[in-house]
């Protein structure tokens, strides 16, 4: 089985707090689907006759592209690849994209899950992070996608954020549950290098976060969330029983998948290829036939460290069987005295050839993660 993965680069307005490749440009849409188009064509034996199981449209802001443009897209992929027949297809959105008409028209295409980005329901917030929508904007996108027939829906949320307060966080994390998504993923604000927020923390116009606050923010959303009935299912993802985002675990299980449009990365089990981030060298390219990417063959030790840290991550783990077959008996036996002093610290646990991290080991999780790599 394999994905596909689509980066759409246009956004409306860029967050502060982003630094993912896009572009507020939009006059180059058409041209940049026309282009996406050729580049499926073109790397059509890249999964080598995989079947497709999941297809997820990222950003960017996926829902700046129109209905007719979300067609071109899917006849090519179903021209190319046969039916589409995947289990599971996401459109990654903004609130206040989704109309009751935007709706109403994708629920008629392929798609079968949406991903939310709401990052908080505090107005005051929305505005720091110039996030286009209102916490109401938020809420009735939910309503109007679930109305539409969606079953699957996930929000995004942040914390961390600045001047966020245990109140204020308990508040979003209560209007998320209240909401009966079926998937929920938080992350922590990070100050990218080169993004508006991280000069507005080097010049003290909003402060960062305390560890001690961090670690409270968390450890809030693991309670309340399992409580409502979310598995924790990965460290910032969380899901009703068995609504885990199946495209972004068949990454964290080494999953072949086809990155399409600048900046997206594919991955076939022993190589990794990322096109560059360029809209105009990416249009200029799949129209020359030279699509502009980069490759990297993944040794051994760089297959290993990238299954401990995308395994680890999981509740399903770390297989040391997988380990000792795969990469051989010297990486399993130095997993295994890495790991040792993290399982007698009971910061991890071992049950039937599976490392997992216990409660107290997510908290540490880098740290542990860092120990268990290769290191040249």
């Known amino acids: 089985m394999a994905g596909i993965y689509i980066h759409i680069p246009f956004c409306k307005t860029r967050c502060i707090y982003c630094d993912f490749y896009s572009t507020t440009c939009s006059s180059q849409t058409d041209d940049f689907v026309n282009a996406l188009c050729e580049e499926l064509k073109n790397r059509k034996d890249y999964l080598a006759n995989e079947p497709i199981e999941t297809i997820y449209f990222g950003g960017g802001t ?3 592209l129109s209905i007719e443009n979300f067609k071109q897209i899917f006849e090519c992929i179903a021209h190319t690849f046969g039916p589409i027949e995947a289990k599971e297809i996401t459109l990654e959105a903004n609130p206040d994209d989704l109309t009751e008409e935007y709706v109403n028209k994708l629920a008629q295409l392929p798609f079968n899950r949406i991903s939310i980005g709401i990052q908080t329901f505090n107005d005051n917030i929305l505005k720091l992070l110039k996030r286009r929508h209102s916490a109401s904007q938020a809420i009735e996108a939910v309503t109007r996608c679930r109305r539409a027939g969606f079953n699957n829906i996930s929000i995004d949320l942040i914390y961390g954020l600045p001047g966020e307060t245990p109140d204020s966080w308990s508040k979003d994390i209560e209007q998320a549950i209240s909401l009966g998504v079926e998937h929920i993923s938080a992350y922590h604000l990070i100050y990218e290098e080169d993004t508006p927020l991280f000069q507005l923390r080097q010049q003290h116009k909003v402060k960062e976060v305390d560890e001690d606050s961090s670690l409270l ?3 809030m959303l693991i309670d309340r969330l399992n409580e409502a009935g979310y598995e924790h299912y990965e460290i910032s993802n969380f899901c009703k029983p068995g609504k885990y985002s199946q495209h972004n675990t068949s990454y964290w299980q080494g999953v072949p998948y086809l990155g399409c449009g600048p900046s997206a990365h594919s991955f076939n089990g022993s190589e990794r290829e990322w096109n560059l981030a360029s809209l105009d060298d990416y249009i200029q390219g799949l129209n020359t036939g030279n699509r502009p ?6 040794d ?15 509740m399903w783990g770390i297989s040391l069987t997988h380990i000792k077959e795969v990469y051989g008996n010297e990486l399993f036996d130095y997993c295994m005295k890495m790991a040792t002093p ?3 610290s009971s910061k991890i646990e071992n049950n039937n050839h599976t490392l997992r991290l216990t409660r107290s080991g997510i908290f540490v999780s880098d740290d542990i993660m860092s120990d268990l790599l290769v290191v040249d």
């Open 217 to 219: 923010f968390f450890e």
């Open 300 to 314: 051994l030790a760089t297959q290993y460290n990238e299954y401990i840290i995308t395994s680890l991550r999981t």
């Open 293 to 298: 990417f980069e490759k990297e063959e993944l």
């Open 342 to 344: 993290h399982i007698e």
């Open 62 to 64: 996926p829902s700046q």
